[in-house]
T-cell receptor
Framework: AQSVTQPDIHITVSEGASLELRCNYSYGATPYLFWYVQSPGQGLQLLLKYFSGDTLVQGIKGFEAEFKRSQSSFNLRKPSVHWSDAAEYFC????????????FGSGTRLLVRP | NAGVTQTPKFRILKIGQSMTLQCTQDMNHNYMYWYRQDPGMGLKLIYYSVGAGITDKGEVPNGYNVSRSTTEDFPLRLELAAPSQTSVYFCASDSLPGQGLDTEAFFGQGTRLTVV
């Protein structure tokens, strides 16, 4: 069965520092990949998605992610974290060749030190 | 523009009771979804719909039912509530998933349900 693994439950970074959140997926073909952010008490907001083409994807709020087929990874990065980035981040993959039936990872909670 | 609206925001049910979680969107999206989020976990797809009159099961459909009589509304029905259905429920909608980078799923703010 397909799965998504986010190995880091919590990550703490200092404001202004760089950030990388890890995501690994299992799927034989090229998947549809997504990163969502969830602020406390809120629904999910799409940060970026990869469907095909350029493996470096730019998203909102200064985030980017790189699809690496050889490593089955889709890590999320940001060069300089702001205090407002503190939230929970979810990686998701489309089930099979679907772009709308999503399988989510268990999430990474980001804490930002002043 | 209201987006995706879910009601109620909170609800406590007794075991065996039933209820309907309401979801409505005003973006004329064809695709709608129901997810549940258990503590410390990612979202799991319960049911989805690709248009009015069409619904299908997701990963965890047992104990739930849905209907899609209009484009705007996608209610989720819980029959015979059980403690295992204690969760946060999210409704989402999308226009044309997979058709381009300018489409995305919009989520409601969630319904926190406790079954006691």
């Amino acid at each position: 069965a397909q799965s998504v693994t986010q190995p880091d439950i919590h990550i703490t970074v200092s404001e202004g520092a760089s950030l990388e959140l890890r995501c690994n997926y299992s799927y034989g073909a090229t998947p549809y990949l997504f990163w969502y952010v969830q602020s406390p008490g809120q629904g999910l907001q799409l940060l970026l998605k990869y469907f095909s083409g350029d493996t470096l994807v730019q998203g909102i709020k200064g985030f980017e992610a790189e699809f690496k087929r050889s490593q089955s990874s889709f890590n999320l990065r940001k060069p300089s974290v702001h205090w407002s980035d503190a939230a929970e981040y979810f990686c998701a993959v489309g089930e099979g060749d679907s772009s709308y039936k999503l399988i989510f990872g268990s999430g990474t909670r980001l804490l930002v030190r002043p | 523009n209201a987006g995706v609206t879910q009601t109620p925001k909170f609800r406590i049910l007794k075991i065996g009771q039933s209820m309907t979680l309401q979801c409505t969107q005003d973006m004329n999206h064809n695709y709608m979804y129901w997810y549940r989020q258990d503590p410390g976990m990612g979202l799991k797809l319960i049911y989805y719909s690709v248009g009015a009159g069409i619904t299908d099961k997701g990963e965890v459909p047992n104990g739930y039912n849905v209907s899609r009589s209009t484009t705007e509304d996608f209610p989720l029905r819980l029959e015979l509530a059980a403690p295992s259905q204690t969760s946060v429920y999210f409704c989402a909608s999308d226009s044309l998933p997979g058709q381009g980078l300018d489409t995305e799923a919009f989520f409601g703010q969630g319904t926190r349900l406790t079954v006691v």
